[in-house]
């Protein structure tokens, strides 16, 4: 099944691929990123890349790029070996790229933004009025209509993709790599792109789009690929497959981790959100309209691809992004915008806060560790020493216990935080957080990048929270974790809550189609 | 007082006192739009004043004294770029380094030279720039007002003054009908854009950093060489930082950095020509007329004059991403 071509849509079924990477391996450090990729994409096709955050898919584009080299492997563009060197070297090759983040000129018009580093000529005045045809002619083929001197600052995300999507073409691009191109899009937007790929395709170009949105590759590609952790899993025709399998190949199927969990008692109501709307600094709506409670003494799993609003959810509830609804914690309403919506006011009310991202959010890198340990709660009385200073030495003698008692090794409260391994980094943040038993405890991606021996520590110890009577609101993007923690799992998708399931009631593969916004309608 | 004369000669005085500070501000424009800060605008003129000077006292050819200065300022340049693009440094400390260096170094190198207490010997003859006559400047002399302002005004400047006045419209058409102009916009307003396109970034922003070397050594030469006699310590006296307040009143565009270069101008013609300027029978301290440049740059770095959007990858290194 793997290396599967799809003659029923390649045109050329004899012809070489238009593009074909062979044990393509490039590491970071100790993380190896991509492990011997092999590909092969045949001209005239729609080849889809699905995987995980962090699966690779990133770096393999980046490499076709010649932002990164590999460290072994080939790469061959209509049977002939190239090598990638720069973005120039990918260009000649025929290669156009559309990033997820636009690369454009954003006080340029359209045509300046097409032209760069194409003008051919040191005057700017032929190269406009040549891409000024080109463009019409590219407008009136492919439906890629855009106002030519129309300024990048003034147009919304979907005309600024069509603009990366000329800007590929007026290069001749051969081969185009879409890198999530509907993250930003709306659907009907979506579905124009869509439209254009088609066009696109039936011209002869060949199409690699990667995207962890499963309806999207069952929709519009012939062959499909999926990657976990750096390797290229399989690779498959898509009318041969299904959205299930996909799910399970591209999350994994693996024992799970079986925790010491006692029933859930839950009791009174702790947090409550109503119709929690969030909208980003580009304008684009990241919350949609969120309703959930979580009771004292239950953990509330949130699952969901990265990046579909949970890292909002918890931003809102610690304090660090406004919005718009109803929180309330035990009862009482929170403020949600303005002075009194901050990390501080929010532990005032009982929430505590184990961000996504520690080592930004969570910790202060180059500041020991009894410092990092009492940040946020160093307004405490207990910490000073009378109105002006500080009492560092019962900080520190504190910071030792809380260290000792989550197991921090090495215990040692004058080390930076930055020399701690990811997974003591972690229990740093959740010891300054658990020690203070919240009402909440807010808790996003626990034991991203831990070692399995500190997983099972930090699991157990969010369940003693939850039993000793906490309400806990777990994100994480690992499934394994949400079914092995919660009592109560939703997913999120798109800014919106897909459902709530009970873990013996689901599995990964209903999970991981939630996750991916396709709907099973189960009772 | 103001007589049409007296205007002349305030004008006059206005376009020699402004000609440094617009080829600085175009320098800093070059630079700045490439994403590159450069606060050292005033040591690379410091420099070249020195190097300019110290030449053309010794071989008694200003030209030599002008090839020296802007050699003396490409090295400078030389330095901020490989400080603040190839090693990725912090743009403001390289800046305020080169100014110090320059500061320092001027001064000690000529006492050692020339031990004239860290001056250069007065330049003499060959070893200035001359003030040119334009064509016909003596014949329409005697028409009524545009007579004497083509005489006065327009001719008797030194080239130098005539190239920074020419290189307003130069820059402009470089800037925005070229291909080096769209690529200098481009990566100082997105790096991330053009080195996507296949263009070397590094490349781009050493070229405009070689420019502003270029045009601060012009500068700083016509300083010691056309505006002076010869080099005194520390003779850029803040124009390079000037021109800073000038380029951001500029809003970073070379036909506002001409005008706003020619109000700077214009305010050290005034201070210079009315040092005791009464008001109401209250004599007016020469030392406030001679601050008045200075009171105009902080108030226009202060942020007074609307809101100005510098390039928007301005003095962040490029670091390759993904």
Not at chain 2, 2 to 17: G, P
Request: charged letters at 20%; proline letters at 4%; aromatic letters at 6%.
């Amino acid at each position: 099944m793997a290396g599967a071509e799809a003659p029923a849509a390649g045109r050329h079924p004899d012809a070489a691929p238009a593009i074909e990477l062979r044990g393509i391996s490039k590491a970071f450090g100790t993380v190896q990123a991509n492990r011997d990729i092999s590909l092969r994409v045949m001209p005239g096709t729609i080849h889809g890349i699905v995987g995980e955050n962090g699966a690779g898919k990133s770096t393999l584009m980046s490499i076709l790029y010649g932002f990164y080299k590999a460290d072994a492997g080939e790469i061959l563009v209509g049977g002939r070996r190239v090598t990638i060197p720069d973005s120039q070297a990918a260009i000649r090759a025929g290669i156009g790229m559309v990033f997820q983040h636009f690369k454009l000129v954003e006080p340029f018009t359209v045509l300046e933004n097409v032209i760069l580093g194409v003008e051919e000529g040191r005057l700017l005045k032929p190269a406009l009025a040549r891409a000024r045809d080109t463009l019409q002619r590219l407008a009136r083929d492919y439906e890629l209509n855009v106002d030519p001197d129309a300024r990048i600052e003034d147009l919304g995300v979907g005309m600024r993709q069509r603009v990366e999507l000329l800007k590929a073409l007026y290069r001749q691009a051969d081969i185009l790599i879409l890198d999530e191109p509907t993250g930003v899009l709306t659907p009907t937007e979506a579905d124009h792109l869509f439209r254009i790929l088609k066009n696109l395709k039936s011209e002869g170009k060949t199409i690699i789009l990667i995207t962890h949105k499963l309806r999207e590759i069952m929709a519009i590609t012939d062959t499909v690929s999926v990657m976990r952790r750096g390797e290229m899993t399989a690779t498959l025709e898509t009318a041969r497959t299904s959205p299930e399998q996909l799910a399970e190949l591209m999350v994994g199927r693996k024992v799970l981790l079986r925790l010491d969990k006692k029933p859930a008692t839950p009791d009174q109501t702790i947090l409550e959100i109503e119709n929690l709307r969030v909208t980003d600094d580009d304008g684009v709506e990241r919350l949609k309209g969120v309703s959930l409670s979580v009771r004292a003494g239950e953990i509330l799993g949130i699952a969901g691809v990265a990046g579909n609003g949970q890292s909002q959810l918890l931003e809102v509830l610690g304090g660090i992004t406004p919005a718009t609804g109803n929180v309330r914690v035990k009862g009482a309403e929170i403020d949600l915008t303005g002075r009194h919506s901050d990390g501080r006011s929010r532990r005032a009310r009982g929430i505590a806060h184990v961000p996504e991202d520690r080592q930004r959010e969570g910790l202060i890198m180059d500041f020991f560790a009894w410092e990092n340990l009492v940040f946020g709660y160093h307004h405490d009385p207990a910490c000073q020493r009378n109105r002006a200073l500080m009492d560092n030495a019962a900080i520190r003698a504190r910071a030792a216990e809380q260290m000792a008692r989550f197991d921090v090794r090495p215990p040692d409260p004058d080390l930076a935080a930055r020399n701690f391994s990811g997974g003591n980094q972690q229990k740093i943040v959740l010891a300054r957080e658990i020690e203070r038993n919240p009402d909440l405890l807010l808790v996003g991606q626990p034991t991203r990048g831990v070692d399995i021996g500190a997983i099972e520590f930090i699991h157990q110890r969010i369940l003693d929270l939850r039993d000793a009577g906490s309400a806990v609101l777990l994100v994480s993007v690992e499934l394994e974790e949400i079914l092995s923690l919660s009592d109560r799992i939703a997913v999120m998708f798109d800014g919106r809550l897909m459902g709530e399931r009970r873990p013996d009631q689901t599995d990964e593969t209903e999970l991981g189609l939630m996750m991916t916004g396709m709907r099973t309608e189960v009772a | 007082m103001m007589d049409f004369a007296t205007i002349l000669q305030v004008l006059d005085s206005t376009v020699r006192l402004a000609a440094p500070l617009l080829l600085a501000c175009l320098a800093g424009l070059f630079s700045e739009r490439a994403g590159i800060f450069d606060i050292g605008l005033e040591g690379k003129m410091l420099m070249a004043a020195f190097f300019s000077a110290a030449t053309a006292a010794v071989t008694g050819s200003v030209w030599l004294g002008l090839a020296a200065g802007i050699a003396a300022s490409m090295v400078l340049a030389g330095v901020h770029g490989l400080a603040s693009i190839t090693f990725r440094g912090n743009q403001l400390i390289s800046g305020v380094a080169i100014n110090f260096l320059a500061a320092g170094l001027t001064v000690v190198i000529a006492q050692d030279w020339f031990a004239q207490g860290g001056r250069t010997p007065s330049l003499l003859g060959g070893a200035r720039f001359e003030a040119i006559t334009l064509p016909l400047a003596d014949t329409v002399r005697p028409v009524p007002i545009l007579g004497p302002i083509y005489h006065d005004l327009i001719s008797g400047h030194t080239i130098p003054v005539y190239f920074a006045f020419s290189m307003v419209p130069l820059t402009w058409w470089l800037l925005y009908r070229t291909r080096f102009g769209l690529r200098l916009r481009a990566v100082g307003e997105s790096p991330e854009a053009l080195d996507t396109a296949g263009v070397s970034v590094v490349a781009t922003r050493y070229a405009a950093v070689a420019i502003c070397g270029v045009l601060c050594g012009i500068a700083g030469a016509y300083l010691a060489t056309a505006l002076q006699a010869g080099f005194t310590k520390d003779m850029t006296a803040g124009r390079g930082y000037i021109a800073l307040a000038a380029l951001i009143f500029a809003k970073w565009r070379s036909w506002h950095a001409l005008w706003a270069t020619l109000l700077f101008g214009l305010l050290q013609a005034i201070a210079l020509r009315y040092q005791n300027l009464q008001i109401g029978g209250v004599p007016l301290p020469v030392q406030l007329m001679d601050a008045l440049p200075y009171i105009l740059t902080v108030v226009i770095l202060a942020g007074f004059v609307g809101r100005a959007i510098p390039p928007r990858a301005g003095g962040e290194p490029y670091v390759k991403e993904r």
